[in-house]
């Protein structure tokens, strides 16, 4: 789609790189990780794949840390670059493919790590990518992970690029499919802990010298602010909405019009009768209902317009 080609996204990954700075307490951990891809044999086994594909070797590191992590000093060679599922079945011993989204892959589960990284890859066109640059890392980050967060529901900077850094704000996937933004046990603001692609990148390219961009990347400057919102994303397939402020829902305008006419009018009906005790009664009835479907329409939780509009439906259909 149009809407997310790297024309339309360059800009914003430009600017957000540009003033991106990793959190004090978060460099050890972008510099371990980068030490680790810098590494042999890790890089070695990198740059093969970079050989196949065209990818940098060292973009590739930042995308299989974010989805395998390390350890013991290495990349888990053990795991898909996909998403990090494990390539043999630990009770077996068997080559799988993987479970996990993007299920099913690499084709042929028997494969060596390097040509399922280049299925992983492939699948996504990361290998169509020339002239690398950090907006191109940054596109092929999300591309890779999935634009979800551009969600309206959502709408922040992908922590699988940016967290770790200024750029980073609360909520996270905590599975697929499952979003977050405060941690369900402390009710405080949820974070994704694990260090971000391009935090990885800024450490990489600080330490290796062959970590470096060929041709430069003739970018647009950014026709809007660094901190615009985003725009929606069409991968995302959640229908959940938030409630309208009251100043700009005209429903909730419309329904506190239609109580004030309704008030007046029950009113008017039964004011003959207000002078007797069952006459007074109704009265507070009545006030206090309306007033209960007043706070509900306020609240969001009853559309009068669309109720008003089933109701002429219905008049027309009889």
């Not at 060292?58 to 000093?73: Q, S, T």
């Amino acid at each position: 789609m149009a809407q997310y080609s790297f024309n339309t996204l360059a800009p914003e990954y430009k600017a957000l790189w540009a003033k991106m700075v990793l959190k004090k307490d978060k460099i050890a951990e972008a510099t371990t990780g980068a030490k680790i891809i810098c590494g042999d044999p890790d890089k070695k086994r990198l740059k093969n794949v970079e050989g196949m594909t065209g990818v940098p070797w060292f973009v590739i590191g930042c995308l299989f840390l974010r989805e395998a992590g390390y350890k013991n000093g290495h990349l888990r060679f053990d795991r898909w670059l996909h998403n990090g599922d494990p390539m043999r079945d630990p009770k077996t011993g068997k080559p799988v493919r993987t479970v996990n989204v993007p299920a099913g892959r690499p084709p042929d589960p028997s494969v060596d790590w390097e040509h399922g990284a280049v299925d992983a890859l492939k699948k996504e066109g990361l290998d169509a990518i020339r002239n690398w640059g950090p907006e191109h890392v940054a596109y092929a980050a999300e591309k890779f992970n999935g634009f979800g967060y551009r969600n309206p529901n959502k709408n922040i900077p992908s922590p699988y690029l940016w967290a770790g850094t200024n750029i980073q704000k609360p909520g996270k996937y905590i599975s697929d499919g499952v979003y977050a933004t405060v941690d369900p046990k402390t009710g405080t603001p949820l974070y994704d802990e694990q260090i971000g692609a391009m935090a990885t990148l800024r450490q990489i390219m600080a330490q290796d010298p062959e970590a470096k961009f060929e041709v430069a990347v003739d970018v647009p400057e950014p026709q809007k602010p660094a901190d615009a919102p985003l725009p929606p994303s069409p991968k995302a397939d959640d229908t959940v909405s938030e409630v309208k402020p009251l100043e700009k829902s005209k429903t909730i305008w419309g329904g506190i019009i239609t109580w004030l006419g309704g008030m007046i009018g029950s009113i008017s009906g039964i004011y003959q009768y207000i002078a007797t005790p069952w006459g007074f009664a109704a009265l507070v009835f009545i006030t206090g209902a309306l007033s209960i479907g007043l706070y509900l329409v306020i609240k969001g939780r009853i559309d009068v317009n669309n109720i008003m509009k089933h109701l002429s439906q219905d008049d027309s259909d009889g």
